[in-house]
């Protein structure tokens, strides 16, 4: 009788954790920053249908890097659960709290009982009336979860990218300028060899709108971002903000 090989639980979990990194790792980059005009989701991606990023209730937004199909469960996941509490509950009681607390709890629980973690990393985004009041939550395919401050970087060479958007990052930044921030540290991210070339059509950008009454009449806070004033935005100033 074959006898079968005995892997301690803490060489399962690293081996697990290694395995989800690389997956994550391969994905390219997804931006997520503050502005004063509200909260900025830039993400290289190709592919105009198949979705980076979306809307999950009225100021709360979602960004993902990694398996799509897995990323996708989860969005649609967020949107029954919010859904559902703003119908039992209140409108208001949707936070981005609940959402990624909900997501942390589906991660960890794939990643130690599943044969295969999730290959995802997400961010949960809450507009606030200023950038201070932002909420913006990342979660591991752990299902570790942090609050960041000011802005998240996920996906591809992240650390590179990181390095140059500090350098221009200010939450003092109107939407096209954290956009045009957000585009030219993609560019420095040497995995995708996409350099000054990753232009609007490489591009999948949103806005969760820190104002939307005043600015489209309603209190839906996401809107994409189309390719002509995508555009406009990046032609408008040569040199990064």
């Not at 900025?40 to 249908?49: R, T």
């Not at 809450?126 to 299902?143: I, K, M, N, S």
Request: overall charge negative; charged content about 25%.
């Amino acid at each position: 009788m074959t006898q079968q090989f005995y892997v301690s639980p803490e060489q399962l979990m690293r081996d697990r954790a290694d395995f989800a990194r690389k997956g994550i790792g391969r994905g390219r980059s997804v931006i997520v920053l503050s502005c004063r005009d509200g909260i900025a989701l830039v993400a290289e991606n190709p592919s105009p249908s198949l979705h980076k990023l979306g809307e999950i209730y009225d100021r709360i937004a979602f960004a993902a890097v990694g398996k799509y199909n897995e990323f996708e469960s989860l969005r649609q996941a967020g949107i029954r659960y919010a859904d559902v509490r703003g119908y039992s509950y209140d409108r208001e009681d949707v936070t981005a709290r609940g959402l990624a607390s909900v997501y942390a709890q589906s991660l960890g629980a794939v990643f130690t009982a599943e044969s295969k973690p999730f290959e995802v990393e997400l961010v949960v985004a809450e507009v606030g009336e200023h950038p201070a009041a932002d909420h913006l939550y990342r979660l591991t395919f752990d299902g570790s979860i942090a609050d960041e401050k000011g802005f998240v970087v996920m996906g591809g060479a992240a650390e590179a990218v990181v390095e140059v958007l500090r350098s221009s990052f200010s939450e003092d930044l109107d939407f096209p300028e954290a956009v045009r921030a957000a585009v030219h540290s993609l560019r420095q991210d040497g995995t995708t060899g996409a350099g000054p070339q990753l232009g609007p059509e490489s591009l999948e950008v949103a806005v969760l709108d820190r104002d939307p009454e005043v600015a489209r009449g309603t209190h839906r806070a996401f809107r994409r971002v189309g390719i002509p004033e995508l555009e406009t935005m990046l032609t408008s100033r040569e040199s990064p903000v």
